[in-house]
Nanobody, 120 residues
């Protein structure tokens, strides 16, 4: 079975940093990424990374310059380093894995979500 498991969500003060982790297993994947959903809002693309030698990356406009997605080579493991956190970053963060796509609409498989709360 395919499993996607994220972790690392926590309560952090504004201006602080947090690192999320995600491990996908059960089959080969073409790309992995992160989405988030805040109360009353639609799910938003945060970042994605291609699981190839170039590790091509995509970022949502709201997190460019603050968040960084990275991977562990030879493993379906990705991280989301979040810096300069703002209260508006508060959301449930979901990890996604895709078999063939690397776009802002990727997501064949999903994790359960991890809560990130930023206090002011």
């Amino acid at each position: 079975q395919v499993h996607v498991v994220e972790s690392g969500g926590d309560l952090v003060q504004a201006g602080g940093s947090l690192r999320l982790s995600c491990v996908a297993s059960g089959r080969t994947f073409y790309a992995m990424g992160w989405f988030r959903q805040a109360p009353g809002k639609e799910r938003e693309f945060v970042a994605g990374i291609q699981l190839g030698l170039n590790s091509m990356r995509l970022y949502g406009d709201s997190v460019k310059g603050r968040f960084t997605i990275s991977r562990v080579y030879t493993k379906n493991t990705v991280f989301l380093q979040m810096n300069s956190l703002k209260p508006e970053d508060t959301a449930v963060y979901y990890c996604a894995a895709d078999r063939s796509s690397f776009t802002a609409t990727m997501g064949d498989y999903w994790g359960q979500g991890t809560q990130v709360t930023i206090s002011s």
